[in-house]
Each structure stands twice: as C-alpha cells, then as structure tokens.
C-alpha cells in the first residue's frame, strides 16, 4: 500500500465545513478532463494510489487510464464500494426489492444475470453481495486495484445490524476472485476492529478519520489512540485536515506521530497542494522522496 | 431496556443499526411486512422478526418502540403501543392529521410515556447553534425568516413506492418541507397563519414536488422555499436565514454565520461583525456514526429520557404534532382558490391544438 493516498471528495462536491466551497469544487470539476489534470498532477508529484467511490463518473476517469496504459503505468485504483447515493435513491423511487433487481441484472452476459437473479429469487445473501461486487468492480477491469474498500456507509451499517457475516463474504471473494486486499472504511473504528478479529480476519486494512481534532472519529480520540495501540491492523487515515478545520502543518505532524499508521488519504484540487501535502508527510515520517511513492 | 424496531425500509434500516449501538439497549424484536427483509434479517443477525405488529406487542417484551413505517400507519400503531404502556419514537411526520397527533399527544401525557419524533435537524450541531444565539437574544428582535430545503429525490415521473402517494403522507411537504418548518416552529413558536401557499408539481402526478409559502408567527414571519426535484444538490440541504434588529444569522448543516451589529447582545466568543462556526467545532463526536452525528444524538436523547436521565423536551409529540398543524394548514391554504392577476385565457378546441 502507498504511503499516501489520493481521494475523490474535492472531484464530487463533498465538503464537511462548507456548502459554498463545495459548490464552488462540483463546477470546477464537473468536467472529467478537470479531474484527469489533478490526476495526473498527484502522478507526477509521486502519488500513485487513487482511492474513488464507484461514482459513474469515475467510470469514465477509469475509461481514460484504459486508454493510455503508458501514461499510467504506475497508477493505481483503490475503489471504495458502493456508491450509496446510488443505491438510497433507487430504494426512495422503487422500494427495497425493485431497487435491488435492478442492479442486479447489469451486464456480462446470461450466466451472470442468471447468478443474480437466481440469488435473488433465493435470498441468498452470498450470491447477492459478491454479484453486487462483480457489478461495482466492472468499470475497473485491466485496471490495476491492489485494494478494494467497503465504504464507510454500508460498512457502519452492517456493523449497526450486526450482520458481520457480510465481511467475511466481502473479504473472501476479493481475495479470490480479485487478488486484492480487501479495505473496510468506517466512522467506527474501535467497534470494528473487535468484529473483524473475531471473525479472523487478520491485519486488516482499516481506513478511517484520524485527526486532531477528533472530528467524526466516533467513540472519542482517546477510544481511538487505544486501538492504534492494541489492534493488529494497517491503518489508514483519512479526512486529517479535518475538512480544512486543522492548518495543514498542524494535522500532518500530529497524524505522523501517531503509531501504527501505514497510509494517508488527502484530497487536493491543485498541484501546489499535493505537492505541499507531500512535502509535508516525507518531513514529519521522515522519508525519503523514493519513500512516499513506494508501497509497503 | 428491550426496544422494538418496525418498518424496514431504508431509513428503517439505518435507525435499527444506529440504536441497537446505544449502549444499554437490547433490540428485541423487529418487524415489517415484507418477507424477504425479515428473512435477511433473521439470517444475518439473528434478530427477533415479526411479520404482525399486534402479534409482537402481545408477544414480546417491551419497553420501547420505534415506528419507521409510511406515514399513513404511524397513528394506529403509537396509539397500540401506548395503549401497551410503551414509550415511543415515531419517524415524521406524527400522523397526518391534527386530530390524530393531538390525541396521541394526551394518552403520551396522560401515561406518562417517553414520546419523541424524527426531526433529526434539532441535533445537528449548527442548527441547536441557531437556537441558542436566538435563546441569548444575539440579534435582537427577528422579524423575518427564511428555511430552504432542496433535494435531488424524485427526478423523473416514475415511482412507485407510498412517497409518491398523497393519501398515504407522500410529496415534498409531509416529506421534506416538514424538516424546515420544524425548525421555524422551533426558532420561531407557534403559527399563527399561513399565506400564498403554492404546492406544484414537476415530476409527480399524485403530489407536489415544491413547496412555497408564508407563515406568520406571533412576532415575525417566514418564508419556507423546498424543492425535492432539485438535481443540482448531491443530498439534502437545509438551509435557514434568520433577520433580526441587531443581526442576521445563516445556518445549514455545515455552517453557521452570524452578522452583528454593534449592539448585538452577543454570547461568549463571538464579536461584533462576521461570525463563522463550521460543523467540525459544533459537532461532538457520536458514540456510533452511521449517516450523520445527529442520528445517534436523537437517539441517546431518546433512551437517557426513557432512563429518566433527562426531560424528554426535544422532538415531543407535541412540538411535532405543531408542524403536523402548519402542514395541514399549508395544505388547505394551498386548495383555496386563488384570483388570478391575469385572467385565464378560455381554452379553444382547434385542430392544430392548444
């Protein structure tokens, strides 16, 4: 895994802190070659890892680097599934079960059609959740995806129900049929992380809010701090700015003094600030310029 | 204390997960009619599932429910569990008649029972903000408001589940414009009349898409703007913008903005001028974290009031059965023939059409 990690939020008009500055990224990005500048603005500053929502969009993000296999040759696609708004509208406008049916036929032929239909049919969870996997995964086939999250979304869900079982269906399948590491996204890390060593899934990728100022790390930072300390688990932070509440000096040298933290997630909407961001985490990790871009 | 969750739609769903995670609460029982739901309920997470809901409050030991079911039900099924002794969150809106509301209201009082509604903004950090700058009397006397709510929820004709049924609590008023003018009764008190109230519909046959309107307030008056039609917003925003005599507040769910003059009364740490608090500072951190901070906070609310931990004056059926009342009145306001400035033109059957 990358030592640092870039994010989608700025692309899609997500901002925690502001309505207005969200809008302001949502049209400045609403064009996918917008988007594919700071892409390869984050490639040419070392960044390699690209973590994004299955959005549609990123489907044609996805499409691009399809396209120029030179140009991306190091680049790689760590996708965080589902996309929820997706799904949540399709339940407002058809209810539960219609919503389902219809992702589940999708493309790929008869065999897969009939895969989901039929698990459908059964209530089948298995069959429902990897087909529903197969169908997030489609848009990224020959692409490179050493990792694959669960969103934060269905994963505190599932973790609310108690339906653990999903993890370990979602770990399995990823392993196999993609040979990626599976990745869990969560608001709730010291619950989790518990759930997945009881099912056995050891040394998990676990990506959530890591940052001074405790904003969205549920349970309280000191809850937090205890399982840096005491899981087993490569963890990796995200949202460390805090949606901007934290200067960046600040947020950097507070998450790179926390143990155990393999991987940084940052979001940027210039070179200027990746580069910044960059500079900032080789400083406080003590690395190397050949250090950040590689992997671990 | 063992609480029942009915209705598992998807917001059903997300309140099933977030408060079986407050601490002390045992989910005892879940219920919906829909087969498939219950059977990948019962075989992911063992729960309890009942397809009756008369069935399971004769069955099952309860302390508390929690009603996520379309609208229309929500009456019959808080007035079953309150007849049981049970205290009760129900989704919003109450029910979808005054009356309705008002009589669970007195056996919800009359029993003695914990009774709290939906309206998730009142625990969204900025928004309590608003609500205590105008508690402090930071600007002065208001005399306008303005709350918004805009939403990308139905964007096309299609639908086919009870949200585009009007009879059944569906359209954007019992839906969404509920939300904001919750929060006007909230900041605002009592209405005391609504005004030039138009329900249009974009997408819908059966309701409206957009609501606009006037309420008018003891002191002051609003103006409520909700559109759920509305593509260029990612999810739902609120908004709300407060006028006073020495100020002006704007708050979403983000932000809070505050502009005073130099004779606001102003509480500790805000000055005379801009004023910015961002969500991160307003929001403490939630136990669980699903969809927002708000959701675990109306339910903590909810249990430490059943406890007895605290007064259970948040989101009471009587402070919603208000909305239910300006809802209806809005409603009725909207159905009142209204006098055209220009006079209709007669329409003229011709072959080449309108």
């Not at chain 1, 207005?20 to 949502?26: F, G, L, N, T, V």
């Not at chain 1, 539960?96 to 969870?125: I, N, Q, T, W, Y």
């Not at chain 2, 309705?100 to 309206?119: F, K, P, T």
């Not at chain 2, 138009?198 to 898409?209: G, P, V």
Request: aromatic share 8%; proline share 3%; glycine share 8%.
């Amino acid at each position: 895994m990358e030592r640092l990690i870039f994010g989608d939020n700025q692309f899609f008009g997500i901002n925690h802190m502001s309505e207005e500055k969200a809008r302001a990224q949502a049209i400045r990005f609403q064009s996918d070659a917008a988007v594919i500048a700071v892409l390869d603005a984050a490639l040419e500053e070392g960044v390699h890892a690209f973590t994004c929502t299955t959005h549609d969009r990123i489907a044609r993000i996805a499409d691009h680097v399809r396209a120029h296999p030179e140009r991306y040759r190091d680049f790689h696609f760590y996708p965080g599934m589902p996309y929820a708004h997706k799904y949540a509208n399709a339940v407002t406008e058809d209810g539960m079960l219609s919503a389902l049916g219809r992702f589940m036929p999708g493309e790929g032929g008869v065999a897969r059609l009939m895969r989901g239909g039929l698990s459908l049919a059964r209530g089948d969870v298995e069959g429902i959740a990897t087909f529903l996997v197969d169908a997030e995964m489609a848009m990224f086939a020959g692409l490179s995806t050493p990792v694959i999250f669960l969103q934060n979304v269905l994963v505190d869900l599932l973790l609310g129900l108690g339906a653990h079982d999903a993890f370990r269906i979602f770990d399995a399948h990823v392993r196999t049929r993609y040979g990626a590491e599976p990745g869990y996204m969560t608001m709730n890390l010291p619950h989790l992380l518990p759930v997945l060593e009881r099912l056995g899934i050891d040394k998990p990728i676990v990506c959530s809010n890591i940052n001074k100022r405790g904003f969205r790390m549920s349970g309280g930072i000191e809850a937090y701090a205890r399982a840096l300390e005491r899981h087993r688990f490569r963890c990796v932070a995200m949202s460390v700015f805090a949606s901007g509440a934290i200067p960046p000096e600040e947020a950097i040298h507070w998450v790179c003094q926390q143990p155990n933290i393999e991987s940084i997630v940052f979001g940027a909407s210039s070179r200027a600030n990746i580069a910044t961001t960059r500079a900032l985490v080789a400083r406080h990790w003590a690395l190397d310029e050949a250090e950040v871009a590689t992997a671990v | 204390m063992r609480i029942a969750v009915v209705g598992l739609g998807k917001m059903g769903l997300a309140h099933l997960a977030q408060i079986r995670m407050v601490e002390g609460v045992e989910v005892a029982a879940v219920c919906d009619s829909a087969a498939f739901m219950l059977g990948l309920l019962r075989g992911q997470t063992g729960l309890h599932v009942c397809s009756d809901y008369r069935a399971m409050l004769d069955t099952v030991a309860l302390d508390a429910v929690v009603i996520v079911t379309p609208s229309k039900s929500h009456v019959a099924m808080a007035r079953a569990a309150l007849e049981r002794g049970l205290h009760i969150f129900c989704e919003k809106p109450l029910t979808l008649s005054p009356q309705d509301s008002a009589m669970l209201c007195e056996i919800a009082a009359a029993r003695g029972l914990v009774n709290q509604v939906g309206y998730h903004h009142r625990f969204m950090g900025t928004f309590r903000e608003v609500k205590r700058l105008l508690d402090a009397g930071a600007i002065g006397t208001v005399s306008h408001a303005s709350a918004e709510a805009y939403g990308p929820v139905v964007l096309r004709p299609a639908g086919g589940t009870w949200r585009s049924r009007r009879e059944e609590g569906g359209g954007c008023l019992y839906d969404y414009a509920a939300h904001p003018i919750n929060l006007l009764n909230w900041y605002m008190g009592r209405t005391t009349a609504v005004g030039g109230t138009a329900l249009n519909r974009i997408f819908s046959a059966d309701t409206e898409d957009e609501v606009h309107g006037t309420l008018f307030f003891e002191h002051g008056t609003a103006r409520v703007a909700v559109n759920w039609s509305d593509e260029s917003q990612r999810k739902m925003c609120t908004r709300v913008t407060i006028w006073g005599s020495t100020g002006r507040i704007y708050a979403d769910r983000q932000e809070v903005q505050l502009f005073a003059r130099s004779d606001a009364r102003l509480p500790q740490g805000y000055h005379v001028g801009w004023n910015t608090r961002y969500t991160t500072e307003l929001t403490p951190a939630a136990e669980f974290y699903i969809r927002g901070e708000e959701y675990a906070a109306q339910f903590e609310h909810f249990v430490s009031a059943i406890r007895g931990e605290r007064a259970a004056a948040e989101n009471d059926f009587a402070s919603a059965a208000e909305t239910d009342r300006v809802l209806a009145l809005l409603r009725a306001d909207a159905e009142e023939p209204r006098a055209a400035a220009v006079p209709a033109r007669r329409r003229r059957l011709s072959i080449f059409g309108r």
